[in-house]
């Protein structure tokens, strides 16, 4: 996957949506990711709103980890959430990934496992 570059003009045109000037966006030719700096009782978190630079829908996990690793760190966690229908808006393909603060762990885990032959 190719670096991410930040992308000025378009950083300075979604200030104007958020006003509170913790975001910038990036980009790599195949995808554009917005990052939103925020708080929440448990720390300095990042939410991620990752889409194709197309619009089609990502069908790789890999390629979303890959980018939340290149962007917050290969030792941050980072969720993703099916709001409820009410809340939904899909306009783009986009989707959202709260990484959360550093050294923040979850009350659950995926527990790696070792497949035997």
Same mark, same amino acid.
């Given at each position: 996957m190719k670096?991410?570059? %930040?992308? *000025? %003009?378009?950083?300075?045109?979604? *200030?104007?949506?958020y006003p509170d000037g913790g975001m910038k966006v990036l980009a790599n030719g195949e995808y554009i990711v917005e990052i939103h700096k925020s708080s929440c009782r448990w720390g300095e978190s990042i939410r991620l709103a990752i889409k194709r630079s197309d619009r089609l829908p990502i069908h790789s996990w890999a390629d979303i980890q890959e980018i939340k690793n290149k962007i917050a760190g290969i030792d941050r966690v980072a969720i993703e959430i099916y709001p409820r229908n009410e809340d939904v808006t899909d306009t783009s393909n986009m989707y959202h990934l709260w990484v959360l603060p550093i050294d923040f762990e979850l009350p659950y885990q995926l527990i790696p496992y070792k497949c035997s032959t």
């Open positions: 670096d991410f570059v %930040e992308q *000025k %003009e378009w950083t300075q045109k979604l *200030k104007g949506y």
